[in-house]
């Protein structure tokens, strides 16, 4: 997890979860029973599991410190015994053919959002990879799209921002290849870009030229 990303979780749990049940509890005060109690609060928000064990993560690191400065001698995270689970994640279920053509109805051709569905369905981009997106990163020559980057959304001072960074992991920097279609829609979206489709489709014949003439004449020596 990047770090930006760590701070707002380990400040959301502390304002949203930590600092409302435990009050103003001394950290030598809290026993084992009192994580469990809290625990299961955070449990009762409904929360993903990797959150709620992220909860409990940060919990045993807070009281790991209080060890080392010799607050308290003894982690009663490590004492709680009880499972805590957070909600199942919701199978995902692709979109059929039908709901898929009944979108692009409802987006016009020169809609500017229409990139963003074209690139999200038939290349599977999440929405953040697709805003980070630079023409940099698209070859139409080869026909395929780099992903490296992403746009996200952080909070500092209760305001938000978006920033461009790296993705979480390193199997999200990926090369997706696109088809003809999606090759299409990008180039509706930089008129330029078709100039160039044409360049590399023209160059591309001329060297297919070049070389059936020299074969030909290559086998024209032989005989």
Not at 35 to 48: A, C, F, G, T, V
Not at 84 to 99: D, H, I, M, R, S
Not at 126 to 132: D, F, P
Not at 194 to 203: A, P, V, W
């Amino acid at each position: 997890m990047h770090t930006n990303a760590l701070v707002n979780y380990t400040k959301t749990y502390f304002e949203k979860y930590f600092c409302p049940f435990l009050g103003n509890m001394a950290v030598k005060q809290i026993e084992f029973s009192d994580i469990e109690d809290l625990m299961q609060d955070i449990s009762n928000h409904k929360l993903s599991q990797s959150r709620i064990d992220g909860a409990k993560t940060v919990l045993h690191e807070v009281f790991a410190y209080a060890i080392k400065i010799r607050v308290i001698t003894e982690n009663p995270v490590e004492f709680t015994d009880m499972e805590f689970y957070g909600t199942e994640a919701e199978e995902k279920v692709p979109y059929t053919l039908e709901q898929i053509q009944q979108i692009f109805k409802t987006v016009p051709d020169d809609s500017p959002y229409r990139i963003v569905f074209v690139l999200g369905i038939f290349c599977g981009l999440r929405i953040g990879e697709i805003l980070g997106l630079t023409w940099d990163h698209v070859d139409f020559e080869k026909g395929t799209i780099k992903i490296e980057k992403q746009m996200a959304n952080i909070r500092y001072e209760h305001k938000a921002f978006h920033i461009i960074k790296k993705p979480k992991s390193k199997k999200s920097v990926r090369t997706v290849h696109i088809s003809k279609t999606v090759k299409k829609e990008l180039m509706q979206v930089n008129p330029r870009l078709q100039e160039i489709d044409k360049e590399l489709t023209q160059n591309s014949l001329q060297t297919s030229k070049a070389i059936l003439l020299a074969d030909s004449k290559e086998k024209a020596s032989l005989l």
